[in-house]
């Protein structure tokens, strides 16, 4: 059986993206002074130098490079408003520790540059370990993250300072997610200058890893939710393991962020 985490997915996503007509755009691999905004010097030279072991992150040769255009890719999005399809993914990637296919924490990363108040809504399957510590007591970041109780990494089960984490029973469903993430974003306030999306897709119902029993068209429907927050927006792809939904999930997801902020008049 093969490692679920593999250029295969991005591929077809982009493919499919590309036929309903969504402009591609080329980040630039992150630098070390950027990567060192959120990782410690001794995380940054391990990942460069190959110099660390965990069975979820292989030392693919060039790995560091592919990690630090992944962060680039966060950067960019950032900057203008997109969406990065991207891997590797990050949000569990810490200051000090990679894992869970995560070397850098894009997402992080590109937050932290943007020096904004920001709102980080996590909709993957698994908690964000690695966000949740970059940020943990952070009064400028605020993060919310929707996930599949007692499921890897284990943490993430209860709510602490400016850390809000919203464990589900395994494939719990549309009504109680939605629900669930409406709950969320009442608890969380306003006052935002953006919101950040870690956009895993492996919530999907046939997804082998971390299924809430969600449809594609439930991405629309999130999409929507989080669009009348009226924030400027980027997402950054984290986890998703089903080829072929993909491309459509994300179709579905930024449809729904467009649709409901031009409705508010954003």
Do not use: W
């Not at 679920?4 to 980040?27: C, D, I, K, N, T």
């Not at 997402?107 to 970059?134: C, F, M």
């Not at 996930?147 to 464990?167: A, D, E, L, V």
């Amino acid at each position: 059986m093969g490692h679920p985490e593999g250029p295969g997915r991005v591929r077809l996503a982009s493919e499919y993206l590309a036929r309903q007509g969504f402009e591609f755009l080329e980040p630039q691999p992150a630098t070390r002074e950027e990567l060192l905004s959120v990782h410690s010097e001794e995380h940054v030279r391990r990942v460069e130098t190959g110099d660390f072991y965990d069975p979820d992150c292989p030392v693919y040769q060039g790995i560091d490079f592919y990690a630090r255009l992944a962060v680039g890719g966060a950067i960019l999005a950032q900057r203008r408003g997109g969406f990065s399809l991207m891997r590797p993914p990050g949000h569990h990637a810490g200051p000090s520790f990679l894992g869970g296919f995560c070397y850098y924490n894009n997402i992080a990363i590109a937050v932290r540059l943007s020096a904004r108040k920001t709102l980080i809504v996590d909709i993957d399957g698994h908690h964000g370990n690695g966000t949740q510590a970059v940020f943990f007591g952070n009064e400028q970041v605020t993060y919310v993250s929707l996930h599949r109780m007692y499921n890897y990494p284990g943490t993430g089960q209860q709510s602490q300072r400016n850390c809000y984490n919203f464990p589900l029973p395994p494939r719990c469903g549309k009504r109680l997610y939605l629900e669930t993430l409406e709950r969320a974003l009442e608890a969380v306030g306003r006052g935002f200058e953006q919101l950040a999306i870690s956009a895993g897709f492996d919530t999907y119902k046939e997804d082998p890893l971390a299924s809430l029993g969600l449809e594609v068209e439930t991405y629309y429907d999130i999409g929507y939710m989080l669009g009348e927050l009226a924030l400027p927006t980027f997402c950054v792809l984290e986890g998703g393991y089903i080829p072929d939904i993909i491309g459509p999930s994300i179709e579905a997801l930024i449809t729904g962020l467009e649709e409901a902020k031009a409705e508010t008049g954003r």
